[in-house]
């Protein structure tokens, strides 16, 4: 992955505020860079699949609430999977 491109994704991901329009914005950054890139390590982007996978579920779920909205169980897997997505961006 560009240094650059690697260096976005962080700001963004220590950017997001917690809100259910950035985590679907942020899901389908993330979505692309899955799709786009060379992954060094097949596990590491399994992995990287795996918790996308999980922040998708949590944002399907938090769109159909009405309004939509994430709760405080939503956010915390949220942040769990953030945590993850840091160490294993390439």
């Known amino acids: 992955m560009e240094t650059e491109l690697r260096h976005a994704l962080l700001r963004r991901i220590d950017a ?3 809100s259910v329009h950035e985590l ?6 993330l979505d ?3 799709g786009s890139e060379t ?6 982007r399994r992995e990287f699949r ?3 996978g999980r922040m998708e579920e949590v944002y399907a779920t938090a769109v159909e609430r009405h309004p939509p909205q994430l709760t405080d169980v939503d956010a915390q897997r949220v942040q769990e999977q953030l945590t ?3 160490g294993l961006l390439p």
Not at 24 to 29: D, N, R, S
Not at 39 to 44: C, I
Request: net charge positive.
């Open 16 to 18: 997001y505020a917690g």
């Open 24 to 29: 679907g914005g942020l899901v389908a950054e």
């Open 32 to 34: 692309a860079v899955w």
């Open 39 to 44: 992954w060094a390590e097949d596990s590491r």
């Open 50 to 52: 795996r918790a996308w």
């Open 84 to 86: 993850r997505l840091r």
